[in-house]
């Protein structure tokens, strides 16, 4: 009898141990799956903005450009910051997003630019008035690509003065360092450069 119930006793402690086990091991798995699909924390994006000096509609002689829309696609107009993974791929980040429409930070920041870039003009998301030249732009390109280079491309037609001025654009800057910061930043260099671009041709105008 007395061997039987040690036998016993041992079974019962034995079970117990192997419960622990799996407890313990299901446990640590929960841990683990809890980390990688809900630990990573989100970082906003807002492109860099230039500080140029107040302009007035008022100054005499000023010329008018009322920058009308700029324009994005639909696989740009999320949240996500865009990435291209091969020729043909893209991805969207669910962890790295744009503080506000991206749509509304290009805009704003290329009505700085031109403020900045164009002395003698006034600068404006706003209309201006019947003399004003009016800017739209389609920016069908603005991401980070597999081989360490960002692309800003599109297009943008001017009205001036009854006429038409239309001018695709293709940007390609090398990234200095890796990561969606450095992307960014390497992005609103590309876009500051289209803004000089577009500043030449409008200096030029008749």
Same mark, same amino acid.
């Given at each position: ?17 192997? $419960? ?34 107040? @302009? ?38 669910? $962890? ?8 509304? @930070? ?6 700085? $630019? ?11 998301? @706003? ?47 090398? @990234? ?31």
């Amino acid at each position: 009898m007395r061997w039987y119930l040690r036998r016993r006793i041992k079974k019962i402690h034995s079970r117990r141990e192997r $419960n622990n086990e799996k407890w313990l091991l299901a446990a640590a798995v929960c841990v683990l799956t809890a980390c990688s699909s809900g630990g990573e924390s989100k970082t906003y994006y807002q492109l860099p903005v230039v500080q140029g000096g107040a @302009q007035s509609a008022a100054s005499q002689g000023a010329r008018l450009l009322w920058v009308e829309q700029v324009s994005i696609p639909d696989y740009l107009a999320g949240n996500g910051v865009v990435y291209q993974t091969t020729d043909v791929q893209y991805v969207i980040a669910n $962890n790295n997003l744009w503080a506000s429409p991206l749509d509304q @930070q290009l805009r704003t920041t290329l009505v700085a $630019n031109l403020s900045q870039q164009l002395p003698g003009w006034v600068v404006s998301s @706003q209309p201006l008035g019947s003399e004003q030249d009016t800017l739209n732009v389609a920016v069908n390109g603005f991401h980070g690509r597999y081989d360490g280079r960002v692309i800003v491309s599109g297009e943008w037609l001017l009205k001036h003065q009854g006429q038409l001025i239309k001018r695709p654009f293709n940007i390609v800057l090398r @990234q200095e360092q890796d990561g969606y910061d450095a992307m960014v930043k390497t992005l609103a260099q590309a876009w500051s450069q289209e803004a000089a671009a577009i500043a030449s041709e409008l200096n030029r105008l008749p």
